[in-house]
Structures are given as C-alpha cells and as structure tokens.
C-alpha cells in the first residue's frame, strides 16, 4: 500500500473542527422522508451523536440545525462529557424553551410539568388555570384579598372562610414556586 492510498483512506471526524481519524458511524439527521443520514466521526463524537440521536428523533433537519446552532458554544467544549440526561435537562429547561419559539410551537415533544393534587387544589383557590410566576402570583393574591375583604363585604359571612383559604393557598403556590426555581 502506498503512502498516498493511506492519506486518501484516512477520514476526518466530521464534528466541525474536530480533527481525528474518523471511524465511526453516527446519524446526524433523519430526514423528512424517514431516511437517516449517516456522518463518520471519530469515537467521541460518535459517542456524543448516538448519545443525542434519540433526542433529535422527532425533530427535521432545521429544527436539529437551530438546537446545534443555539448550543453551539455549549455543545462544542462539553458534549464530549455529556451524559443523556444532562442533554435531557438542557433540551427541556424551561430558559432553553422561553428563548426558543420554535420549539414549543412546532410541536416538539416537551415534558409536560406534572402538578401535584394539592397544587391543582390551591391553583383553583386562587382562581388560576396554570402555575404563574411570582409575580403573578401576589397580584392575584392582592385582588382576591381585595374581593373578599370582611371590609368589603361585611354582609357575606363565607368571605372569611373564603380568605383564609386564600391565604393558605397562596402561601402553598410560593412555596411551590420557590422549590421549581431551586
Ligand atoms: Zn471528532
């Protein structure tokens, strides 16, 4: 074998930028007709790419382009050490999703928060239909108290019963609040 054969035969990694010998097959993006293309990468990358694939599953081509071109600077110094579910926690962040219509708009699968019965409980107290931020949260606190204030309506004897479970209610929703931001 001559010395030019073996320069023609060695592959780079087509990780952008990465500059080892490629020898590895991974997919890099299913197509809108099902078919999946296929990249050769060096072992790392490859590893990275199967580690994402089930991930990317449900997404088109754009949609896997903006994920790669947004975590650009994330993905090209870590995804090496990435484990699934660390990628997991980045594609379902809620920050990742805030910044990026795209997803949420077109239908790509995010987990669903799952509220639990008494948060439900202390949300219909309050008169929500969904989880608000903080702020939200004390501005409904301060109408509803407002409402059924005994100094409003002094004749409405349920308004104090009304209250108080406002009250706890609201103090149930902070805490909550404070738990999923930590
Ligand atoms: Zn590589």
Redesign the pocket.
Known sequence: MGTCEKILSFRH?A?TG?T?AADFRAPVLKRADGEIDYGV??K??ARARNGQWNYFADMNADEIEDFRHQSYSWHKSTVENLSKTALHAVLHSTDFLDDNVLFSASGIKTQKRVIPPEIKQALEQMQLEDVPDEASLKARFRLLVKRYHPDVQPENPHNLARLQSINSAYKTLKEYLCREIV
């Open positions: 990694c990780e990465c080892e990468f060096c790392i990358h």
